[in-house]
């Protein structure tokens, strides 16, 4: 019979397996004595949930997934395995949901948290840290600590975004907010060229709360960055549907590795092409349940596999509103000459930036394209990052996998600061992942620990 | 619905606790982790939305039958009024693991069998007059000897023997008892193990049993290819299963 403990491997969402061996406990304060590094459900595309070489355990927080407390007015403390999905079944009938949520609801606390999860939201409710009340760590000298935004707010604002880095999250407490009803209004435009996009998404942040762009990312000329335009809101009592939506109880699997073949530029264009004009009208509404607005890719089981055993990876770049148009521009061009891109592209406006030390947003758009792993991606990955170091933007390392370190470091002036706080709390550096010894010049494990 | 629970802290049955409550079940806990207990109680409450989800735990160990009547009285009398004992709790280790360590293998055995099957003695004394419902985790691994599960396996295998008869004795009273058989089931109790087959996530184990208790059935594999994979298993010959490593 197949064996995951004979040759243990582990990955990430973009499936670049190392060695390395996950585990589990329900008991995290127990377990997570003498850890290393800590990951969730492995929804990060790329190494940040992976083991640092020389040590190949990582714990897996999502057994620990016990709600401590929900009040009426939304608090919420939770240990740090409780998915989003979890949650979002828990709290959206008594008219509560998370301010802040990614695009996938199979996410740990713990790890929106290491992220600093944006989403559709971000140009009015910023990141997850905004939402963050306290934190519960145990810390690399082996206490537990509890921090917030007014008690050890070091360790705080460096582990809001902080990968993880700073010691093991156990328990999180969020702010949740009030929702008017379970569902959502959503309007979809179709823009038959990138200015127009850009354009609309810019107006549709100033009237909406939630907005979002798809992007056809591999059709040249005068096409090029034709998309559809997503906003909504919450539905108000009054004219949302009587019944409550249904949340999905299972999703549909993808039964086996596809093909690599199956993401290629002829397939992503017919694609891309029936996706854009799949929408007939220039503009469709109506009311949505927040699974089919917030998580769409959700309905699809293992989508990852779809792109074949080598895998995949997302370059996601923030450009900063200073660039102008013409720095997403130069990025898509870059994208395009480079036929690297699948049928996931996605647009984002992105506003303030938040306090945790390594946050990903800043004002500005944000670019996400995933990507198929071919042998040439860390060159394609390399030259993304040109642009995006040349109009002064920086990456997401929540979806990285291939960023040199000189790449990383040209984009993060931040670095140091956060390596200050780091260093205050965990001077050996114990908590590493494969990530951070890659891209913050952490050594390897000798081989043992 | 009001139920005395042992083993709802963990795994498969903190699987079951959740949907339990979620549909608007009362539970008492029993375990041995105070703490643990403290937790579970908090988390099934903030789940189900309403204080009396559980209305209170006490202490309960597998390998302790003397304290199993008063913390049966005690759950019993806190309930009011019971309609079913789920029991969940339960020992496990690898058979290497048991075949090195005789004193480990010596708790599991008692644990498994003694302990739980006296437990269920008590839980029967207060479930025949209110016609009530016993459910007990069993195992696949009681179906048929097997080379990586010798001592376990045996555990299991006298346990699902007694729920049986127990049934055939006490169907005719009115007592339902239903014996659950899990297959691999990811948990904490098998992380590391290598993963056959067919392996099965605690909560679609617990949808599956709470569907068994409502139709009153008296067995029920999770998840149910484990059915088949056992019909199969139970029908080999005996030269093959020599041969065979599962």
Redesign the interface.
């Known amino acids: 019979m197949p064996s995951r403990s004979q040759e243990p491997r582990v990955a990430g969402w973009g499936r670049q397996f190392v060695p390395g061996r996950e585990l589990f406990s329900e008991d995290l304060e127990r377990a997570s004595k003498g850890a290393h590094l800590l990951r969730g459900l492995g929804r990060s595309y790329g190494d940040a949930s992976l083991p640092a070489p020389g040590c190949p355990d990582v714990l897996t927080t999502t057994l620990a997934d016990r709600v401590l407390r929900l009040t009426d007015d939304g608090v919420l403390r939770a240990e740090a395995g409780l998915s989003l999905r979890a949650l979002n079944r828990l709290t959206l009938h008594r008219g509560l949901f998370v301010p802040v949520t990614p695009g996938t609801q199979f996410v740990t606390l713990g790890g929106m948290v290491a992220s600093d999860v944006h989403g559709k939201r971000h140009h009015v409710a910023g990141t997850i840290g905004r939402h963050v009340r306290a934190l519960r760590m145990r810390v690399a000298d082996g206490r537990i600590v509890e921090c917030s935004p007014e008690t050890h707010a070091d360790l705080f604002w460096a582990t809001i975004g902080g990968m993880g880095l700073t010691g093991a999250i156990l328990e999180v407490e969020l702010q949740l907010e009030r929702t008017p009803s379970p569902w959502i209004y959503q309007e979809m435009t179709k823009h038959g060229d990138l200015d127009s996009l850009l354009a609309a998404l810019e107006e549709g942040s100033r009237n909406w709360p939630m907005t979002v762009a798809w992007i056809d990312c591999v059709t040249r000329g005068r096409a090029m960055g034709r998309g559809i335009l997503f906003v909504g809101r919450w539905a108000e009592a009054h004219e949302s549907p009587p019944e409550p939506p249904r949340w999905g109880e299972a999703s549909i699997p993808v039964p086996f590795e596809a093909p690599n073949w199956a993401i290629s530029p002829p397939t992503v264009r017919a694609f891309n092409t029936a996706y854009y004009h799949k929408q007939l009208r220039s503009k469709v509404q109506g009311f949505v349940s927040p699974e089919t607005f917030f998580y769409p890719l959700d309905v699809i089981a293992d989508w990852n596999l779809g792109y074949g055993s080598s895998g995949l990876t997302q370059h996601q770049a923030v450009i900063p509103r200073q660039a102008g148009p013409q720095g997403v521009r130069a990025l898509l061009e870059r994208l395009t000459a480079l036929s690297a891109a699948s049928p996931l592209c996605v647009l984002k406006d992105c506003g303030e930036q938040g306090q945790g030390l390594l946050s990903f947003p800043r004002p500005g758009t944000s670019i996400a394209i995933d990507m198929p792993v071919r042998s040439g991606t860390a060159a394609a990955v390399a030259q993304l990052n040109e642009v995006v170091i040349e109009y002064g933007g920086r990456i997401y390392l929540t979806k990285d996998q291939f960023t040199s370190a000189a790449d990383f470091r040209a984009m993060e002036p931040r670095l140091d600061d956060f390596m200050d706080v780091r260093r205050r709390w965990d001077p050996e550096l114990r908590f590493r992942s494969a990530q951070s010894v890659r891209l913050f010049g952490d050594s390897p494990f000798a081989t043992g620990t | 619905m009001q139920y005395v629970f042992v083993g709802a802290?963990?795994?498969m049955g903190?699987a079951l606790a959740r949907r339990m409550v979620a549909r608007g079940d009362t539970l008492f806990l029993l375990g041995r982790d105070a703490e643990?207990l403290d937790?579970?109680a908090?988390?099934l409450r903030?789940?189900a939305?309403r204080e009396d989800a559980v209305v209170g735990v006490g202490a309960l160990d597998l390998l302790q039958p003397d304290g199993f009547g008063p913390a049966v009285d005690a759950a019993v009398a806190a309930l009011g009024s019971v309609d079913g004992f789920v029991v969940s709790a339960g020992l496990f280790a690898p058979g290497p693991a048991l075949e090195a360590d005789l004193a480990l293998a010596e708790r599991v055995l008692r644990a498994n069998f003694t302990g739980t099957i006296l437990l269920c003695e008590h839980a029967r004394r207060h479930l025949l007059p209110s016609k009530g419902q016993l459910v007990v985790f069993s195992s696949v691994a009681g179906d048929r000897g097997r080379k990586p599960i010798a001592i376990y396996g045996a555990s299991k295998a006298g346990l699902s023997h007694y729920l049986e008869s127990v049934d055939h004795r006490f169907a005719a009273d009115g007592l339902r008892v239903l014996t659950v058989k899990p297959g691999f089931v990811r948990?904490?109790m098998t992380?590391?193990?290598?993963?056959?087959?067919f392996a099965g996530e605690p909560d679609a184990v617990a949808k599956r049993v709470l569907a068994a208790m409502d139709a009153g059935k008296p067995v029920v594999y999770a998840p149910a290819i484990w059915a088949l994979v056992m019909l199969v298993i139970r029908l080999l010959p005996r030269f093959v299963m020599r041969r065979v490593?599962?």
Do not use: K
């Not at chain 2, 992380?191 to 087959?197: M, Y």
């Open positions: 802290t963990r795994g903190r643990g937790r579970c908090t988390d903030a789940r939305g948990t904490a992380a590391g193990l290598p993963e056959p087959p490593g599962f």
